[in-house]
């Protein structure tokens, strides 16, 4: 394993990583920080703003973490450093 | 060895589905056999025993016949267990008594702002799979505090992480033991400390034998109970009212009738504007800063607490661990995002059938849980119509109809009512409450392990006996195991009265004490060990004190600590006024710890407004700050410890970690 392609597997990683946080900031917290003018909009009878608390956020978690497990195997992958099928 | 271990362990995974698909339609079929009996004029406390004893039979079943002598399968099911089915287990090992009893009453009492925990106990996952996991099941952990010493190279950074993996895992595990006597008291009629021991001997027949490879076989069996009984009762309850058995799209319209008659009470008088939270409006019982608080909390608690962690070192690759996480998101996220629709229901149904109605036209229902104390009318147990007729004449200016603030209703009643509720047989009813007690068993199990674990891995063989022979060690972590159970299932049956509120705890403690050196374990190389040592010191230090101050002694916070009373999220005004505040830190009988429940001080104190079930928000910067600066001012780590941290970052190459196998 020469170092240089190890470095840019984590430098990768890290990137991801970042990216993912920034969703999950941005799911956690910031979305939730509109609730009151979001909770003027109303779909199927949900206030915008709850939806997101009750439903919208964990959907987008589920689906970023599938997303995720996908992402970081190819950066793996492509790194040589994944572990054998 | 491992050779062996996987190809016995390959045939039996691939027949995982139809094992499971069997055990499925076979409990779909009891189900039914219920439902007949039920027709045929069985009791229903015959029919609820039948419940409880079948599945708790299967749980046994499945422990016995999953028993293990092997070390490796002992502490992490051989690193066998599939992605998907590893998701199951962590579902099931996650979601407890209070996710399944307890979270929807949560809602209907909090509203908006109850969604924290919804939003904290699914968002924890992230930082779970992004962060940590991954690199945890590369290294090869049997437990946490193995990590911790790996990277920290020695027994102290070890000692540290065994000790906050107990306070956190401890009061947890005695919660779901005393949930487990709640339910089966409950729906069950069972004697309270009759019902804890019975559950204590449903939670050591699945680990004790088999260790970690029962316990995740017996989960993924809980998790299918626990899933179908939560939400079986909600959608025939969606069909009835809305015509599609989908709750989680139709309680959007309940969201709106629940709205309409909030504005009818005002207008009519039958709710005041100080008593009456709207459903959908934010931040009347939390403060935002409270609110946002609490979710990070929660979120990082998740991402620290040893018995969730544990669970992804069961998987055979890393690739599959970070899998496994997702598909856990997603069995958990089933529950969590339907709970907000019991809620919103039965809100509805509250609002719709009681409010507003005379005393004399209460449902039944209210009557059969008003007799265990659990809804109160004018301040009084709901027993009867005369009760509440008498209690509401007590009130002055009463008129005989029933107003929002004559009503209150514990948080459990939500989802065990609902089945009455909606005019369901009692078959159901003892599917919720077979649902309820795998959450309570299968929570416990994992606690349980991982505190066993910690003590018979950790302090045993890795602090006293390093040549202590397999056998032995295995014995050692069983005995260790039924003594914690025990001790564990003594405290619950002494009903400790604030052991509840000392769960939501072990989120902040695990948050504050074991993060910064997990995080920084694996993404900061130059993380040492006197770094860790005074981050895992002042991150759970800060957060204990916290806590014990805000809630035990709040008259030192605020003589000494500069504490001072919480406010009212709604208007912004002390919940002490500053006159109240002398006249009790005057009075001895209040100003002398530990302070009871019932002192007018207690968690209602501390620094900058924020609630002690958020102490986290200062333990864990502080946690952070603390190992940050004392790494800087000791040496850089060696260029062993920087080669491991590479070598736990890169998935290839197997575990690090070495178990010598005889």
């Known amino acids: 394993m020469d170092s240089q392609k190890e470095d840019h597997h984590w430098q990768s990683t890290s990137k991801l990583m970042l990216v993912m946080m920034a969703l999950w900031l941005f799911f956690s917290y910031i979305i939730h920080m509109f609730v009151t003018p979001l909770n003027g909009i109303k779909i199927f009878g949900f206030p915008l703003g709850f939806y997101m608390a009750s439903q919208g956020s964990l959907i987008a978690f589920v689906v970023m973490l599938f997303w995720f497990a996908k992402a970081q195997d190819k950066i793996d992958r492509d790194a040589g450093v994944a572990e054998d099928d | ?662």
């Not at chain 2, 499971?20 to 079929?29: L, R, S």
């Not at chain 2, 039965?346 to 209460?362: C, F, P, Q, R």
């Not at chain 2, 009265?497 to 695990?510: C, G, H, K, Y």
């Open chain 2, 1 to 662: 060895m491992s050779s062996e271990t996987q190809a016995g362990s390959g045939s039996f995974t691939s027949s995982l589905g139809r094992i499971y698909g069997i055990y499925t339609g076979g409990f779909v079929a009891f189900i039914i056999l219920v439902a007949i009996l039920e027709k045929a004029g069985v009791p229903n406390k015959i029919l609820g025993y039948m419940f409880v004893g079948f599945t708790i039979l299967v749980y046994a079943f499945i422990g016995i016949i999953s028993r293990t002598v092997q070390v490796s399968e002992y502490y992490v099911a051989g690193r066998s267990v599939p992605a998907f089915y590893n998701g199951m287990a962590t579902g099931a090992d996650w979601m407890s008594a209070a996710s399944f009893i307890g979270m929807a009453g949560s809602l209907f009492l909090l509203g908006y702002d109850g969604l924290a925990f919804v939003l904290g106990w699914t968002g924890g996952y992230v930082l779970v799979a992004v962060l940590i996991a991954p690199f945890l099941r590369k290294f090869g952990a049997y437990t946490v505090p193995d990590f911790l010493s790996a990277r920290y190279g020695g027994n102290v950074a070890r000692f540290l992480g065994v000790i906050v993996l107990l306070a956190c895992s401890f009061t947890y595990v005695v919660a779901q033991i005393f949930g487990t006597g709640l339910i089966a008291q409950r729906f069950l009629d069972m004697d309270f400390t009759v019902a804890v021991y019975v559950g204590l001997a449903g939670i050591l027949v699945c680990s004790m034998l088999g260790g970690m490879r029962a316990v995740t076989w017996t989960q993924v069996a809980q998790y299918i109970v626990l899933i179908v009984a939560y939400l079986v009762p909600v959608v025939i309850l969606s069909a009835q009212k809305y015509g599609l058995p989908i709750p989680q799209l139709t309680y959007g319209q309940a969201l709106q009738e629940i709205t309409a008659l909030e504005q009818s009470f005002l207008q009519n008088n039958l709710a005041t504007a100080a008593t009456l939270k709207p459903h959908t409006t934010p931040f009347l019982n939390y403060s935002p800063a409270n609110y946002f608080a609490l979710i990070l909390c929660l979120m990082v608690g998740t991402a620290s607490l040893p018995h969730v962690l544990m669970r992804y070192f069961t998987t055979p690759s890393v690739r599959d661990a970070r899998i496994s996480v997702a598909w856990s998101l997603l069995f958990i996220f089933l529950l969590y995002f339907t709970a907000p629709a019991y809620a919103a229901f039965s809100k509805l149904e509250v609002y719709s059938t009681l409010i507003g109605k005379n005393l004399a036209d209460m449902p039944q229902w209210v009557f059969s849980w008003g007799k265990l104390g659990l809804v109160t009318i004018c301040g009084k147990a709901a027993e009867s119509v005369q009760a509440i007729t008498a209690a509401c004449g007590a009130v002055s200016g009463h008129t005989g109809v029933l107003r929002l603030q004559d009503f209150g209703i514990n948080t459990d009643v939500v989802v065990i009512s609902t089945p009455e509720i909606a005019g369901l047989p009692y078959v159901i009813t003892g599917l919720v409450a077979a649902g309820g007690l795998a959450a309570a068993l299968s929570t416990a199990d994992g606690l349980l392990l991982a505190i066993a674990n910690a003590l018979s891995h950790d302090v045993y063989y890795k602090m006293i006996d390093k040549n202590a022979p397999t056998a032995r060690r295995l014995i050692v972590s069983r005995v260790l195991l039924v003594i914690v159970a025990v001790l564990a299932a003594y405290t619950a049956s002494t009903r400790p009265s604030d052991i509840l509120a000392m769960v939501s705890w072990a989120f902040s403690l695990a948050a504050g004490g074991l993060f910064p050196a997990l995080v920084l374990g694996i993404w900061w190389k130059r993380a040492n060990s006197a770094g860790a040592v005074a981050g895992i010191t002042v991150g759970f230090g800060l957060t204990l004190f916290y806590l014990v101050v805000s809630r035990y002694y709040p008259h030192l916070g605020v003589q000494y600590f500069g504490m001072s009373s919480l406010l009212n999220p709604v208007s912004g005004a002390p919940l002490i006024s500053a006159e109240n505040m002398a006249k009790f830190l005057a009075d001895p009988a209040i100003a002398s710890g530990p302070a009871l429940v019932t002192n007018p001080l207690a968690s209602k104190v501390g620094w900058f407004n924020i609630n002690n079930i958020s102490s986290a928000l200062f333990g864990l910067p502080a946690g952070f700050l603390a190992m940050y600066v004392v790494s800087m001012l000791t040496a850089a780590p060696s260029k062993a410890m920087m080669d491991f941290v590479d070598a736990c970052r890169r998935p290839r190459g197997g575990t690090i970690m070495e178990e010598k196998t005889s």
